[in-house]
């Protein structure tokens, strides 16, 4: 079992920067990867980014490439997702999410979630 709890959400201007964090509880952290998903109001969750487990390999949804960072620390069990040059079309709900099996853009292949955290960014 892992137990996944976002923080670091919250409201900044168009261009702003933002960090969120995913604390994992477990001993098991170094077993799964990693990933970010968001969710708009009436839209699917939907991925944005994710890490494998050693922290050396990730992938970026496009609408992200070169303003969001993924990365973890494994020695602490938690995930970051650093977010540069927000845009109101970022603002979602935003999860961490863990997969045993493999970094999948379908929230379906993923085995646990955190509760979620709001990110708003206004224009």
């Known amino acids: 079992q892992v137990q996944l709890v976002e923080t670091g959400g919250g409201l900044v201007q168009a261009g702003g920067s933002l960090r969120l964090s995913c604390a994992a509880s477990g001993r098991t952290f170094t077993t799964y990867n990693m990933a970010w998903f968001r969710q708009a109001p009436g839209k699917e969750r939907v991925f944005v980014a994710g890490l494998d487990r050693s922290g050396g390999k990730s992938f970026n949804t496009d609408s992200v490439k070169g303003r969001f960072t993924i990365s973890r620390d494994n020695a602490k069990n938690t995930v970051a997702l650093q977010m540069n040059s927000l845009k109101p079309e970022d603002t979602a709900v935003y999860y961490c999410?863990?997969?045993?099996?493999?970094?999948?853009?379908?929230?379906?292949?993923?085995?646990?979630w955190g509760q979620g955290t709001q990110v708003t960014v206004s224009s």
């Open positions: 999410a863990a997969s045993r099996y493999s970094i999948s853009h379908n929230y379906r292949d993923y085995d646990y």
